[in-house]
Each structure stands twice: as structure tokens, then as C-alpha cells.
């Protein structure tokens, strides 16, 4: 079983910046996949960035250009750095690990930290 704690969420202006940090309990080098989903109230969770074990990443269209995700094996952690927030990225944001690839739906889920973008 492998426990992903999340933080770094928090509220920001319109305009601000954010970096959300995921710890794994596990060596993430076992885990092909992993990245961050959110979900807004009264909408469903949506994939926002995710990086496999070779460093190939995919972000939704909406944050392209905005947010970037890497990996630091050495402390198990994975980052979503958040530039030029928008109102609309009001949410709670979830990290996630698959043992499959981008493709692959997660396997496990961290408990979500919330991100609350002023406008």
C-alpha cells in the first residue's frame, strides 16, 4: 500500500503562484505514473498533470503553459508548480500514483489539498 500525503494548497490572488508537494511512502521509482487531479464543487475530477517514471509529462489543455510537474526521486516527491492562478482553478487537488503508465488510471490517492484562487 502506498500513502501519498499532499500539501502546500492554500488561498492565493488571481495572478499568484502555488507549488503543491506529494510525498510518497514508497520508493516512486516503482511507481510509473503519478500527478495531480482536481475536482471544483459541483464538477467532476479532472486530470490536471501527470509525469511518468521517464519524465514524459501530460497537462490538461486549461493549465498548459501555467502549471509544470516534475519529480525528485531522491525524497519521493512529486511537484505542481502553479503560475498565473485563475479563479477558475478553485479547487481541491488531489495527487495520484499509478503502477501502469500515463495511460493508466490511478491506483492510489493522497487525501486533496485546497487551492482557492481571489479573483
Known amino acids: 500500500q502506498v500513502q501519498l500525503v499532499e500539501s502546500g494548497g492554500g488561498l492565493v490572488q488571481a495572478g499568484g503562484s502555488l507549488r503543491l508537494s506529494c510525498v510518497a511512502s514508497?520508493?516512486?521509482?516503482?511507481?510509473?505514473?503519478m500527478g495531480w487531479y482536481r475536482q471544483a464543487p459541483g464538477k467532476q475530477r479532472e486530470l490536471v498533470a501527470a509525469?511518468?517514471?521517464?519524465?514524459?509529462?501530460n497537462y490538461a489543455d486549461s493549465v498548459k503553459g501555467r502549471f509544470t510537474i516534475s519529480r525528485i526521486y531522491a525524497k519521493n516527491t512529486v511537484y505542481l508548480q502553479m503560475s498565473s492562478l485563475e479563479f477558475e482553478d478553485t479547487a481541491v487537488y488531489y495527487c495520484y500514483a499509478a503502477v501502469g503508465g500515463l495511460g493508466s488510471g490511478p491506483d492510489y490517492w493522497g487525501q486533496g489539498t485546497q487551492v482557492t484562487v481571489s479573483s
Open positions: 514508497a520508493r516512486i521509482l516503482t511507481l510509473n505514473a
Open positions: 509525469i511518468s517514471s521517464g519524465g514524459n509529462t
